[in-house]
């Protein structure tokens, strides 16, 4: 809010106004005057009332012959001149012209602060197209003209969408939810990716941003494939090692020569293990990562995927929690088995790591009205800080390196879980407090769950 006080309001000027008072004086002595000599110039002629009318004729006729002149210069004020003129019209006239000169100057600064704006969105990278309410374009910079393949003026007052035929583009902009950016193909080149994001401002006009971001997508597929290659390549070797590291320590559990390095080679498989869990990590981010295309679309029975996720669970808990389950048994899902047996995996898999014994971790598959289904795993863990909340799905990201080098963690569960929704199109919800516990919820989108009948829910817990 400005602290600039309001502007007083603008109240006509009445005859009663001091300066009004002086302008009607003036006024009403120049038509008295004007009476006087025609009634004296009539009256030497004996008729001093005609030569008073005739006189008030004139200087009527005088008025309308200014408004005339001043209705032609307000009609088309850059073919005629304001003319020259005496008393109250030389006045208004002198005003006209002092207000004209002024806006003059206001325009000629305008102008040369639009010329500025132009001129330095026009070195922008990055398009930028000004749209109106209903998406039609009002002006774009150069970048824009070249990502795009406008064309000035022809595209003026066309609607985005009609230029931009792309079906994700066209989701976004009807949908009007712009806090994401979205990827298409730029229309003047295939081999080109675009980021479209569209800003909000003013009285119902928005801002197209347009970055060219094919570069940053080869060096991401370029770390994707590496990541995937040197995955692979770890493999084979990992695999030999963690065999020979198995018949060791079946060796070292026998007094035999091996016997002294027990405690060693049970650390060593122990690390191949968890290796070996990296590299799987890695492999499964990496495929997602690649692109939804690879998701294989099915109806998925996810009440019966919770419960053989709850099932596996308990026995990685080994007693030492306590399982709880509230599932719709009626609810499914569109999506990919694969990505979903993920999703389930790393959250519960991460409850039952960073929640003491004795803790309780309640599983949830249920639909929310309006946004669609929900899968919550909640724990009485430790708890996160707020301010790491943001970073938990990066790659590798640890709120304690320590513990969860300890509790076999790799760091990419949630990575894998965030890129595991984006292919359902959904989104991860995360609530903690230090010391109380977390919840992790999995938003799926309305039009991506079903039901096949009408079941009441079902909860179990142990």
């Known amino acids: 809010m400005s602290d600039r006080p309001p502007s007083p309001p603008v109240i006509p000027a009445t005859p009663t106004d001091p300066p009004a008072r002086a302008l009607w004086r003036v006024a009403l002595g120049r038509l008295a005057l004007v009476a006087l000599l025609g009634a004296g110039a009539g009256w030497l002629f004996g008729v001093p009332a005609m030569g008073c009318s005739l006189a008030l004729a004139l200087y009527a006729g005088a008025q309308i012959r200014n408004l005339i002149r001043l209705r032609i210069w307000l009609r088309r004020p850059k073919h005629y001149e304001l003319p020259e003129s005496r008393g109250l019209w030389g006045e208004v006239f002198d005003g006209l012209l002092e207000l004209q000169r002024k806006n003059r100057k206001k325009k000629k600064r305008l102008a040369a602060i639009v010329a500025e704006f132009q001129a330095s969105t026009a070195a922008l990278p990055d398009g930028a197209v000004v749209l109106g309410e209903r998406g039609e374009i009002s002006w774009f910079n150069n970048a824009a003209r070249r990502l795009l393949g406008l064309r000035m003026p022809q595209d003026v007052g066309i609607r985005v969408p009609n230029l931009i035929r792309h079906p994700e583009f066209t989701a976004y902009f009807e949908r009007g939810e712009f806090e994401r950016e979205v990827e298409v193909p730029s229309p003047v080149n295939a081999a080109k990716t675009l980021s479209l994001r569209i800003i909000p401002y003013g009285q119902n006009q928005k801002l197209?941003?347009?970055?060219?971001?094919?570069?940053?997508?080869?060096?991401?597929?370029?770390?994707?494939?590496?990541?995937?290659?040197?995955?692979?390549?770890?493999?084979?070797?990992?695999?030999?090692?963690?065999?020979?590291?198995?018949?060791m320590e079946m060796d070292a559990q026998e007094q035999g020569p091996l016997a002294p390095w027990r405690v060693p080679i049970a650390e060593m498989r122990n690390q191949a293990l968890r290796m070996e869990a990296l590299v799987n990590d890695m492999l499964k981010l990496a495929r997602l990562e690649s692109g939804r295309a690879q998701m294989r679309e099915e109806l998925l029975d996810v009440p019966a995927m919770v419960q053989r996720a709850v099932e596996d669970g308990r026995r990685l808990s080994d007693g030492q929690h306590r399982f709880e389950a509230d599932i719709d048994t009626g609810l499914l899902l569109y999506g990919g088995e694969t990505e979903l047996h993920s999703i389930l995996t790393n959250l519960i898999t991460n409850a039952v790591r960073y929640t003491p014994a004795g803790g309780a971790i309640r599983v949830s598959w249920t639909e929310v009205p309006g946004q669609g289904g929900r899968l919550c795993v909640a724990d009485t863990g430790i708890g996160i800080a707020q301010q790491d909340i943001p970073r938990l799905t990066e790659r590798f990201y640890r709120v304690d390196v320590g513990r969860s080098r300890a509790s076999g963690g790799t760091g990419l569960g949630l990575s894998i879980v965030k890129h595991a929704l984006e292919a359902f199109d959904g989104r991860l919800d995360i609530e903690s407090e230090v010391g109380v516990g977390s919840t992790?919820?999995?938003?799926?989108?309305?039009?991506?769950?079903?039901?096949?009948?009408?079941?009441?829910?079902?909860?179990?817990?142990?």
Do not use: W
Not at 231 to 238: A, I, K, M, N, Q
Not at 440 to 462: G, H, L, V
């Open 440 to 462: 992790f919820s999995c938003i799926f989108p309305p039009q991506r769950i079903t039901r096949r009948s009408s079941k009441p829910a079902a909860a179990t817990s142990q």
């Open 208 to 247: 197209l941003i347009v970055r060219d971001i094919s570069e940053r997508q080869m060096l991401d597929a370029a770390r994707r494939d590496f990541v995937a290659n040197a995955s692979h390549e770890l493999r084979t070797p990992l695999t030999v090692l963690r065999g020979y590291l198995d018949m």
